[in-house]
């Protein structure tokens, strides 16, 4: 037993070996370091059982396991789940808010706010009954309403407008002063036979119309019967004392009161220019107009003593019950115009007029101006004032040709296009230019009849804001001499009045007399804005 030793097998791990041991732990735990996970997640085992002389003892270690990817998928899953909620959510809301309250809105009937078609009533889907008309003011209906005017853009301009279904009609610029379009094809062969015999049917009445004068030159009395203070006092439209140039002007183109000559206005208005003050008193008009001492009476009894129309005439109404082509009719005359339908419906009826062998109409102008001391004829009854006189207040005239004529019975527009426009120039030598069976051919602008054709012209000009201003004076027209043939035409005229108040109270008036003749006061519906109209 002596001399016999015992061996540790520790004391076999040599001081190297130990320290090779402990630098491969060292770096093996900084890669462990590096590589953490996000979850921060590591595995200790127990300190290494040996002590380093050149390290703490029983420093802790880790054990290095392989890297797990479950944390990071599962979060990325989280996230994109939430995302695809919160989009279906946005997605549901946005078709929740156009289902319930796209589609149903409704505007009220005074434009305020619009009325959703759930509200109320326990979610019920049907919308909620209208509200009760409300009397609309004078002041939003002029505010509201305006007259459309077609563009001319040049003289031979074509344009194209779809008056009828499946075809086009064109529309072609004759004349810018007065605004003149002439539309071919506007009436078909049939529609222009069956106007013509209703216009047979119905009975023509002659429209002959004398100047004064002629009666008295065959009977060798004197031209003039009225003194010069009545003269005076009827050519004083304000009745101020003094006479203006626009006041004698306007006489020459009226149509009552026709008992001066051409040559007699045009020496009244050549005292009146000679006048400093532009004027003129009673005695400087005996000084320049005396009925007694006229040696020019002799050539203004031959002037006067003239028929200014011959031919034969008609009416044929157009409202409900009428014949479907003048109803029809009506409704192109709409179209082409753009103009609110109420004014259309209730403008005067239809004119049907025949030119046989030698009938004519002298050059006049369908409307006539625009004076504080005249009414429109169409609504004198809602004036509430009294006028010297009633005079024909039409916007346009739409002029349909009925048939064709084989010579003669063009219709002339005498200054259509002029520079200028000078009511003293309309009378030269002793000839008036407005004279159609003296003077047609020289007429700037005549249009020859062409069956189913249509002219339509303003004789107003716009007053800058949409409604009807002063008379175009350009628009002076009329019909020359048949020489061969049977001339047929119809006159469409729409009726405006320059003020809109008393346009306005015209249609109300017809309304409600409309209204109490059908007794439909419970049924009735009033005249909405809607399409391309805006009705009164």
């Not at 030793?5 to 890669?31: C, F, G, H, K, Q």
């Not at 429209?207 to 003194?227: R, V, Y």
């Not at 439209?237 to 020459?252: A, F, P, R, W, Y």
Request: aromatic share 6%; with cysteine; proline share 6%.
């Amino acid at each position: 037993m002596i001399g016999a030793s015992t061996t540790n097998p520790l004391m076999d791990v040599t001081m190297d070996e130990i320290e090779d041991d402990l630098l491969e732990e060292e770096e093996e735990e900084d890669d462990e370091e590096e590589d953490e996970d996000e979850c921060g997640r590591g595995v200790r085992l127990s300190a290494f059982p040996f002590a380093s002389p050149y390290r703490p003892p029983y420093r802790p270690t880790r054990l290095h396991i392989q890297r797990s990817n479950v944390c990071s998928r599962a979060y990325f899953v989280v996230v994109m789940v939430f995302f695809h909620v919160y989009i279906l959510n946005i997605i549901a809301l946005l078709m929740y808010v156009h289902y319930n309250n796209g589609p149903g809105e409704l505007v009220s009937g005074d434009g305020a706010s619009p009325v959703s078609v759930g509200e109320g009533g326990g979610g019920s889907s049907l919308p909620h009954p209208a509200p009760p008309p409300r009397d609309v003011s004078v002041e939003e209906y002029t505010q509201s309403l305006s007259l459309p005017r077609i563009e001319g853009i040049r003289v031979g301009h074509v344009q194209q407008v779809s008056l009828v279904p499946d075809r086009t009609h064109k529309i072609r610029t004759l004349s810018l002063k007065p605004l003149l379009f002439e539309i071919p094809g506007f009436l078909s062969e049939e529609e222009c036979r069956v106007v013509v015999q209703l216009a047979q049917l119905k009975g023509l009445m002659e429209s002959q119309m004398i100047a004064p004068g002629q009666e008295q030159q065959e009977s060798k009395q004197p031209l003039l019967s009225l003194s010069t203070e009545e003269i005076f006092s009827l050519l004083d439209l304000n009745q101020d004392g003094l006479l203006q140039k626009q006041e004698i002007v306007s006489h020459s183109r009226s149509r009552d009161g026709t008992w001066l000559s051409p040559d007699n206005l045009r020496q009244i208005l050549i005292g009146l220019a000679a006048c400093p003050t532009g004027t003129l008193t009673l005695e400087e008009f005996k000084r320049v107009y005396d009925v007694t001492q006229r040696p020019e009476q002799e050539q203004s009894r031959k002037l006067q003593g003239q028929v200014k129309q011959r031919s034969k005439h008609t009416w044929l109404y157009q409202g409900l019950g009428s014949h479907h082509v003048l109803q029809t009719l009506k409704k192109r005359v709409t179209s082409l115009t753009r103009l609110p339908s109420a004014l259309v419906e209730l403008s005067e009826p239809l004119h049907v007029i025949r030119y046989e062998h030698g009938d004519f109409s002298n050059a006049h102008h369908d409307s006539s101006p625009v004076h504080s001391e005249t009414a429109c004829s169409h609504t004198r009854l809602a004036g509430n004032t009294s006028a010297f006189t009633e005079v024909n207040c039409r916007y346009l005239t739409a002029l349909l040709y009925l048939s064709s004529v084989e010579e003669g019975g063009d219709t002339t527009f005498p200054v259509a296009d002029n520079r200028t426009y000078d009511e003293e120039a309309l009378v030269q030598d002793g000839i008036d230019l407005t004279d159609t069976r003296e003077t047609c051919g020289r007429g700037n602008l005549r249009v020859k009849p062409i069956a189913g054709t249509a002219l339509l012209w303003y004789n107003h000009l716009s007053d800058g804001r949409g409604w009807m201003g002063e008379l175009d004076e350009y628009s002076l027209h009329g019909d020359c001499p048949v020489s061969n043939g049977v001339k047929w035409v119809a006159n469409s005229w729409v009726n405006v009045d320059p003020d809109h108040q008393k346009q306005v109270r015209y249609q109300r008036l017809v309304v409600q007399k409309h209204r109490a003749i059908l007794g439909m006061e419970e049924h009735y519906q009033p005249l909405a804005h809607s399409d391309l109209h805006q009705d009164l």
